[in-house]
């Protein structure tokens, strides 16, 4: 039986990729690819982080889109002392309902269920924004936030380190 190395599967130095079309405080931007298929290949999870640490502006700069692929949304606190407060108050639409989010958490929303706008009322503290998509291949599919078609619409130069071939 041959040996496996898993080391070209753990990636270190994330693509960034994720990009808003507009100047954007408050937050990471761009923020981190760390799991695609283009930086793994075989992996059919994309995942992407971005720290949040001030009252972003423009706020919402997550606007209402859905996707193709589920995807988890995850929301993480920084204090060790507390890991379950996430330091920060988010208004989230998912579907027809706005959710409060004041505590680290995730969320579960199906394919081509409509999400957003996300809309931060409050940052005390800064936080990790983590968006999960499943049995999704890379950015092209994921296209997290509609950010890629939107800059497309608006004939924006897609962001450095795209995967779009």
């Not at 931007?29 to 992996?43: E, I, Q, Y």
Request: hydrophobic residues 30%.
């Amino acid at each position: 039986m041959a040996k496996s190395s898993y080391k070209k599967n753990l990636v270190q130095e994330p693509a960034r990729e994720v990009w808003m079309d507009r100047e954007l405080k408050g937050r990471q931007n761009p923020t981190m690819t760390f799991m695609s298929g283009d930086l793994v290949p075989g992996s059919n999870t994309y995942i992407e982080v971005g720290w949040i640490y001030q009252m972003p502006d423009p706020n919402p700069h997550i606007l209402r889109h859905k996707h193709n692929y589920s995807e988890i949304v995850m929301h993480l606190g920084n204090d060790p002392a507390n890991p379950e407060d996430l330091g920060a108050e988010i208004d989230f639409g998912v579907g027809n309902e706005t959710l409060k989010i004041t505590k680290t958490s995730a969320i579960y929303v199906p394919k081509g269920v409509p999400h957003g706008p996300l809309v931060w009322q409050k940052v005390k503290r800064p936080h990790i924004q983590m968006a999960i998509m499943l049995d999704c291949p890379g950015l092209k599919e994921a296209d997290p936030g509609g950010h890629i078609k939107k800059a497309r619409e608006k004939k924006y130069k897609i962001g450095p380190g795209n995967s779009e071939k």
